[in-house]
């Protein structure tokens, strides 16, 4: 393969084979900083070595998201988005200018917006919250068990991985644990999976059920909101908090705070239970490193869960990219990025640089130091960091010794998406 043969964008690939390893590996070696000019993508500058990941997203009054391209996609797909979105709002007598959600938006304005719920995502907020994460943990990880002794089968992905980031950030919105299954199939819909058509109702085209349940949620949102100011907004959940809240420019408008909240509990829940599931296959896949796992968890070795975790979330890389709009013309790499171009930071690409890490593809329970970029890098570093450390060192702990009667069945199914890495479905049976 030549690095002009690569192809890391096809939605395809992703679905059939995984990430596409073997051409971010040739890119890093032969090109690092590497312009991209493939069909139906506009082209970016694909930057692929953990030491120009970092770089990039640390540089930001260079490397903006405000540039009106946050998440590379097909060309298509990136004209459906905004042509959707920009009559969504008309039709909702909002502005249409205003970006989706605030990590459209660069500083000052983004840190404005962002310092709204930081107080809620602090070690010392989640230190608040491990009892209740750790009693979900173990109440998901029991059923996933009996489900196996009793269908003799069941779904690492559906039937256990997506509950406890769920449930956490349903809490967290104050959502009723009655509306915490919908709210899962109306972020799901979000990544275009032709399996979704369960949700059609009778004569209803694919397309047309997702537009409608984007609204749904949408709409869902809004009552929401309604429901939580009519009652006075005194309580500690995101949505009377934002209410609450003022930036720079006074409270929140209605469509900020749909934007806002829509944002919260997708990325609540759609990133972390990858990482919970990936995390969960490795372990079965590597067997000496689940044992190593659970005999420290056995001794009470408190760094056991902190430093798989963060294994897993290397191993993983949940998130697949970002993109930044350049802003002046930079030199990186021997490269020159104009003005107005757009570059592609690809985060499981640098987590799997051997320049940083000693034989990356090597799955280490026990891997310190581990300075992986699965959160990203810089002022939009994930909101929810600790959330996701909290709940899978909480998830693995109460999964990892179960593991040791299970064993994988069957292929794994993934969704063909561009910007996260959902799997889709992964069996698991009894040994």
């Known amino acids: 393969m030549q690095v002009d043969d690569v192809v890391i964008h096809d939605t395809d690939r992703y679905a059939a084979q995984g990430y596409p390893w073997s051409e971010w590996d040739l890119l890093r070696e032969e090109a690092p900083v590497y312009w991209y000019v493939r069909d139906n993508i506009v082209p970016f500058w694909a930057i692929t070595r953990h030491e120009d990941v970092k770089w990039v997203s640390g540089q930001n009054k260079t490397f903006i998201n405000g540039g009106g391209r946050l998440r590379l996609a097909d060309a298509d797909r990136d004209l459906r988005f905004w042509s959707k979105y920009r009559r969504r709002a008309i039709e909702l007598g909002w502005e249409p200018d205003e970006p989706p959600d605030f ?120 009552e929401l909101i309604d429901k939580r100011r009519r009652d006075g907004a005194t309580g500690r959940d995101l949505v009377s908090i934002l209410l609450r809240s003022e930036t720079a420019s006074g409270p929140l408008t209605p469509q900020q705070l749909v934007g806002y909240l829509r944002l919260m509990i997708a990325a609540g829940n759609e990133t972390t239970r990858n990482a919970a599931s990936g995390g969960t296959i490795a372990l079965l896949e590597h067997r000496d490193e689940l044992d190593v796992l659970n005999e420290r968890i056995s001794a009470d070795d408190v760094d056991a869960l902190e430093t798989a975790v963060e294994e897993i979330l290397r191993w993983t890389s949940p998130v697949i990219q970002f993109a930044r709009t350049c802003s002046k013309d930079t030199e990186l790499r021997g ?77 794994q199914s993934r969704i063909g998406h561009l910007h996260v890495g959902p799997i889709k479905h992964q069996m698991a049976v009894a040994r």
């Open 103 to 222: 990590i459209f938006k660069d500083r000052p304005d983004h840190w404005d917006m962002r310092r709204l719920v930081v107080p809620e995502f602090t070690p010392k907020a989640m230190r608040s919250r491990s009892e209740s994460l750790q009693h979900h943990a173990q109440r998901f990880a029991e059923e996933f068990v009996n489900r196996i002794a009793t269908k003799g089968s069941a779904d690492i992905v559906e039937d256990l991985a997506v509950k406890l980031p769920l449930a956490a950030i349903c809490e967290m919105v104050g959502v009723s644990a009655d509306d915490w299954s919908q709210v899962h199939a109306w972020t799901s819909v979000l990544f275009d999976d032709p399996d979704l058509d369960r949700y059609c109702l009778p004569g209803e085209a694919h397309v047309d059920m997702r537009a409608r349940m984007i609204r749904e949620f949408d709409d869902w949102i809004s």
């Open 335 to 411: 490269q020159t990025i104009k003005a107005g171009e757009h570059v592609g930071v690809w985060y499981p690409s640098a987590n799997r640089d051997e320049r940083r890490f000693p034989e990356p593809y090597r799955f280490d329970v026990r891997r310190t130091p581990n300075d992986h970029l699965a959160f990203g890098h810089g002022a939009h570093f994930c909101l929810g960091v600790h959330l996701a450390r909290w709940e899978l060192r909480a998830f693995f702990k109460v999964v990892a010794p179960m593991l040791d009667g299970l064993r994988l069945d069957g292929a």
